[in-house]
């Protein structure tokens, strides 16, 4: 009989990929199945030169250099929606490197992302999991965790990484993202990366397949309709780019030698002051 790991979570479905822990894998993490792993294997083959990884490891950099950035902005409180099982330099960690008394709510459904994530926050103080489906905001904004934590009278940083691309079309992705930002403040923050089929139409239909057998289908988005998430909102400096070309910090980031093969817009926007 096979062992169970102490952080699988009972009656989860480990025969079924999931983007939460093909993306942990893909980052080098430890928690996935077989599964996960047979379909990031599969995924590593239908991208050229070994992309796969550098995807995976760019949106992460994006998303760190972002937290930083709102942090040296004055942002002190964080709602990260899709947070994926932890790895190194979550968000708390970044911001509580910049000040301890950031606050942090994580929200993700990937039960292994949930169970990860509170033990890894097992004695933290100013951050929280809260387990919920991004496309309710009203769950995930009511969640005794969210209220206590987060304050939405002073500004705040919503960040939607690589999360908006498993929303389909049908559950209609910028009415979600136009909830959220209903509660944002003037100088408060919006952070998204999403993926696209913009640069290889054919890589990404391959891509779209994988995700096909997973419990997280993949809908892809051209850079208008990632623009048009930030409507409102002033966008920050350089704008809706390659994940590696969004304020690198220096030339050895992953893909920042060939930025569009991550395949994966960023952007920031920001809530005009009056
Ligand atoms: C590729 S990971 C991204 C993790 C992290 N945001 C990052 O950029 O490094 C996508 C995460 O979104 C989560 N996710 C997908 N659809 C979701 C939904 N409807 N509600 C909550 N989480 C969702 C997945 O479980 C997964 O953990």
């Not at 965790?145 to 990484?161: G, K, N, W």
């Amino acid at each position: 009989m096979s062992e169970v790991p102490d952080w699988q979570p009972a009656g989860i479905d480990v025969d079924t990929p999931s983007a939460a822990r093909i993306y942990d894998y893909a980052l080098g993490g430890a928690h996935n199945f077989a599964a996960d792993r047979a379909a990031a294997a599969a995924l590593y083959n239908a991208l050229p030169e070994g992309d796969a990884w550098m995807v995976a490891r760019a949106n992460r950099a994006f998303l760190q250099r972002a937290v930083r950035y709102c942090c040296a902005q004055g942002i002190r409180q964080f709602l990260d929606l899709g947070s994926g099982i932890p790895t190194v330099g979550n968000v708390h960690e970044i911001a509580h490197q910049w000040d301890p008394a950031c606050r942090v709510v994580y929200v993700d459904n990937d039960p292994v992302s949930v169970a990860t994530t509170r033990h890894m926050l097992e004695g933290v103080p100013n951050a929280a999991m809260v387990d919920a489906d991004i496309r309710n905001p009203e769950a995930v904004l009511g969640a005794e965790e969210t209220r206590q934590l987060l304050d939405f009278s002073q500004p705040a940083a919503i960040v939607m990484c690589a999360v908006l691309h498993y929303v389909s079309f049908d559950d209609d992705a910028p009415a979600i993202v136009e909830r959220y930002k209903s509660v944002l403040v003037p100088g408060s923050f919006l952070v998204i990366s999403h993926t696209t089929d913009d640069p290889r139409p054919e890589v990404a239909a391959a891509i779209r397949k994988i995700f096909e057998e997973t419990s997280t289908p993949v809908t892809h988005r051209n850079r208008e309709q990632v623009t048009e998430f930030f409507k409102g909102l002033e966008l920050v400096e350089p704008g809706v780019v390659w994940t590696p070309q969004w304020r690198p910090e220096d030339q050895s980031g992953p893909g920042y030698d060939y930025p569009e093969r991550s395949a994966t817009y960023a952007a920031v926007g920001r809530v005009p002051l009056p």
